[in-house]
């Protein structure tokens, strides 16, 4: 059984910074990325990382301002998250995926495996 847990979340003000962290354990994965949701809204990308680290994609309301890492090491991907905005406000889900060791996926049906979520408020 494969196990993710976020950490990181918090209240920042707009123009602020905060870094993410998912832990994964209990079987080696390869894409992870990283998801929000919002009240009243659908689950939407936000970062995706290889299982090397080598390839990254980001939604284009974060590019930039946003930076998706892993260690592998640390079993760890990360989410650091500058120049942040009102409208970034969302719990932050870590996803995750088993299957294919060079993949980097962006639509959530392609993750099997997630986090319970970690809230960000960014007040204006």
């Known amino acids: 059984q494969g196990h993710l847990a976020e950490s990181g979340g918090g209240l920042v003000q707009a123009g602020g910074s905060l870094r993410l962290s998912c832990i994964a354990s209990?079987?080696?994965?390869?894409?992870m990325g990283w998801f929000r949701q919002a009240p009243g809204r659908e689950r939407e990308f936000v970062a995706a990382i290889s299982a090397s680290g080598g390839t990254t994609y980001y939604a284009d309301s974060v590019k930039g301002r946003f930076t998706i890492s892993r260690d592998n090491a640390k079993n760890t991907v990360y989410l650091q998250m500058n120049v942040l905005k009102p409208e970034d406000t969302a719990l932050y889900y870590c996803a995750a995926d088993d299957s294919i060791h060079n993949a980097v996926y962006y639509h959530r049906n392609d993750y099997h495996y997630w986090g319970q979520g970690t809230q960000v408020t960014v007040s204006s």
């Open positions: 209990g079987r080696t994965f390869y894409a």
